[in-house]
């Protein structure tokens, strides 16, 4: 798979997705607690940086 640059699609990529994906997924759960709640976020935060979706 190739994104619209022609650069290839790489298993890092994904593997931060499903990261990102899991993170957000977690995030729904209603029974977090207030440190677990900013724990995610700020987890979410640093994968999104890193993936340049900041």
């Known amino acids: 798979m190739t994104r619209p640059d ?5 298993c890092n ?9 899991g993170l957000q997924k977690r995030l ?6 207030t440190e677990e709640k900013e724990s995610i976020l700020k987890e ?4 999104t940086r890193a993936m340049g979706m900041d």
């Not at 990529?13 to 994906?21: A, D, F, G, K, W």
């Not at 729904?28 to 607690?33: F, G, R, V």
């Open 6 to 10: 022609n650069s290839p699609y790489t």
């Open 13 to 21: 990529e994904y593997r931060q997705e499903m990261i990102l994906l």
């Open 28 to 33: 729904a759960n209603p029974d977090l607690s």
């Open 44 to 47: 979410i935060e640093r994968v």
